[in-house]
């Protein structure tokens, strides 16, 4: 049985790829804190008492299932709205990824301005390409290479059979590759 120690320390090891993923999906800071949030309370109500090795895939996957809710109310509030005629203004704060990122290590601090800049616009613009993935590829693919999880414990996660999570990682990153072309960006 885990110690309420190994319990807060996972729990803050997870939280900024936690919030990341969940601003991913839903593209509203205070709405991807509170899915955050909900999903630590509820693994530590429900799930603390089990192995701590259970813990990344039960929060993954209740996490998962915080965010399609979310999307299930948003679909519900919208169609209210649209039957109303009330149609407000949307939130359109940008997400900074370089807010997050902690780029003070000696690489980057001995690296010139120029190549900063260039390494920042890059994650900005793969960034907002990320963001415009289908949800489904965007929810594998962050779990599969932002999250590290393998291929089983991704379709646990989701929900889904392993080809479906093979598939949709495939057409992110396949997605992903023809954005960066088209910009550019080579693979060397």
Same mark, same amino acid.
């Given at each position: 049985?885990?110690?309420?120690?190994?319990?807060?320390?996972?729990?803050?090891?997870?939280?900024?790829?936690?919030?990341?993923?969940?601003?991913?999906?839903?593209?509203?800071?205070?709405?991807?804190?509170?899915?955050?949030?909900?999903?630590?309370?509820?693994?530590?109500?429900?799930?603390?008492?089990?192995?701590?090795?259970?813990?990344?895939?039960?929060?993954?996957?209740?996490?998962? *299932?915080?965010?399609?809710?979310?999307?299930?109310?948003?679909?519900?509030?919208?169609?209210?709205?649209? *039957?109303?005629?009330?149609?407000?203004?949307?939130?359109?704060?940008?997400?900074?990824?370089?807010?997050?990122?902690?780029?003070?290590?000696?690489?980057?601090?001995?690296?010139?301005?120029?190549?900063?800049?260039?390494?920042?616009?890059?994650?900005?613009?793969?960034?907002?390409?990320?963001?415009?993935?289908?949800?489904?590829?965007?929810?594998?693919?962050?779990?599969?290479?932002?999250?590290?999880?393998?291929?089983?414990?991704?379709?646990?996660?989701?929900?889904?059979?392993?080809?479906?999570?093979?598939?949709?990682?495939?057409?992110?990153?396949?997605?992903?590759?023809?954005?960066?072309?088209?910009?550019?960006?080579?693979?060397?």
């Amino acid at each position: 049985m885990a110690t309420d120690k190994e319990l807060s320390d996972f729990l803050r090891a997870v939280e900024k790829r936690a919030f990341k993923r969940a601003h991913y999906a839903t593209q509203d800071v205070d709405a991807a804190l509170d899915l955050v949030q909900e999903a630590m309370i509820r693994l530590a109500e429900k799930y603390a008492p089990r192995s701590s090795a259970e813990w990344p895939l039960l929060f993954q996957r209740i996490l998962t *299932n915080a965010i399609l809710d979310w999307h299930r109310r948003q679909r519900v509030r919208s169609a209210w709205v649209s *039957n109303l005629s009330d149609f407000g203004a949307g939130d359109d704060e940008g997400f900074d990824l370089l807010d997050t990122l902690e780029l003070q290590t000696a690489g980057t601090l001995l690296e010139g301005t120029d190549r900063q800049l260039e390494r920042a616009q890059t994650l900005d613009m793969i960034e907002g390409e990320i963001q415009k993935l289908p949800e489904r590829q965007r929810e594998a693919f962050l779990l599969r290479y932002w999250e590290g999880l393998d291929v089983a414990e991704t379709a646990a996660a989701m929900g889904c059979s392993e080809g479906s999570v093979k598939t949709h990682c495939s057409r992110a990153t396949h997605t992903l590759a023809r954005a960066l072309k088209a910009r550019g960006y080579e693979h060397g």
